[in-house]
């Protein structure tokens, strides 16, 4: 535990610029050349291209808006621990809106690819016929601009929000990002659901779990809170956020291991009223990803998902030094990859595994987007919101 300190001691802290567009330029240049090879197989393999291209949006789609979720929750529940990480997860949920772009090429390009009812005739199949009301084209898009502005919006004004305190300090800020979080709670939750609803599970439009929505939210969650564990690490490292110590590993590592537990419970619950209820319509999922080749990585994903993760975030000193816990946390990251490309993929190779350039292509043309624009926002504004009133708590915390 740290000496009690006065958060009217600590001094604003602004990233480099220098460095944060050197970042940022690099970033941009990945993007770029995952945009260039991902294009290539628009035009060479367009149904590659669109499942690779589905895999590496929805894996930054989910942790963006897992950074979102953690946002509101410090709102609404008034914490003061993750005052001080507060802002790095206000850059991350702050490229929600530019995502809405990477999802054009599929609407324009690859819909009757991926969502197999896009071009099917009314009166071909009578469970489509049924489903209509919800699966037809005009329905779908307006769907997908209300996710964007939803979530978008909510992640904009919450960051405009924290940025203007720092300069006037008001209370009145706090008790605007305080509405508006419990606002966007409910709004979060729904456009998460639909969204993996819409473009996951309507992959195969006969396949349905009431449990899809809080599956991917589990996920989401882990992985982004991983990835915020990964970032506060290298800015400390860099000689920024000295305030941040052990305490807030700690807590940052229990929510890790939380949602650990959380995505493990979910998913056997899942497997297990799927199996147990043995109805082809629902079983289907599962007899394709537990074939072949596929069959192994989805074994890896249950011990590197949960059994790996578990055992290490037990320990509380796992959970209290960064080199170990970032070490837990990229894996975590690398296992919510491997969750959204089992999730995806076997919708087109069905027999086994056939990995392509273009499923690397496509996680780095919309990962190298969302980072470059992270280096910029982290460059813009203060490393941490200088004038919240509880950055005391979390300079000062103890748990």
Request: with cysteine.
């Amino acid at each position: 535990m740290s000496h009690p300190t006065d958060s009217s001691t600590l001094t604003a802290e602004n990233f480099e610029p220098t460095i944060g567009r050197k970042w940022s330029s690099i970033c941009f240049g990945l993007s770029a050349l995952g945009i260039l090879v991902s294009a290539i197989g628009l035009f060479n393999s367009r149904e590659q291209f669109a499942f690779s291209w589905l895999f590496g949006f929805f894996v930054i789609f989910a942790i963006s808006v897992g950074a979102l979720f953690w946002t509101i929750l410090h709102h609404a529940t008034d914490s003061e621990w993750s005052v001080l990480v507060r802002r790095q997860m206000e850059n991350i949920a702050g490229g929600i809106p530019m995502l809405s772009l990477f999802f054009l090429p599929l609407l324009v390009f690859c819909a009757p690819i991926l969502w197999k009812w896009w071009n099917i005739a009314p009166g071909v199949d009578p469970l489509l016929d049924s489903k209509t009301p919800f699966l037809n084209h005009t329905f779908f898009i307006i769907r997908y601009v209300v996710y964007f502005a939803g979530l978008g919006g909510v992640a904009l004004v919450l960051r405009n929000r924290s940025i203007a305190q720092d300069t006037d300090g008001a209370s009145s800020h706090t008790h605007a990002m305080r509405t508006a979080a419990i606002a966007g709670l409910p709004i979060l939750g729904v456009c998460l659901t639909f969204a993996a609803v819409d473009w996951l599970m309507g992959l195969d439009y006969h396949w349905f779990s009431t449990m899809w929505g809080v599956y991917i939210f589990a996920g989401a969650l882990g992985s982004s809170m991983a990835l915020l564990v990964l970032i506060i690490t290298g800015l400390k490292n860099a000689g920024y956020l000295k305030a941040v110590n052990s305490e807030h590993y700690h807590i940052m590592g229990k929510f890790m291991l939380t949602f650990t537990v959380f995505w493990a419970y979910i998913g056997y619950s899942q497997y297990m009223l799927i199996w147990y209820a043995n109805i082809p319509e629902e079983t289907i999922y599962f007899k394709v990803r537990n074939t072949e080749s596929w069959h192994l990585l989805s074994t890896i994903l249950v011990i590197g998902r949960f059994f790996i993760p578990f055992a290490l975030l037990l320990f509380q000193f796992v959970k209290k030094n960064p080199r170990i816990i970032c070490s837990v946390a990229g894996w975590m990251i690398l296992m919510e990859i491997l969750d959204i490309y089992v999730i995806v993929l076997p919708s087109l190779h069905q027999t086994g595994i056939s990995p392509s350039i273009y499923d690397l292509a496509s996680l780095v043309a919309v990962g190298g987007a969302a980072g470059g624009l992270y280096f910029r926002r982290l460059a813009s504004s203060n490393t941490f919101p200088i004038r919240d009133p509880r950055l005391v708590g979390s300079v000062n915390l103890h748990n």
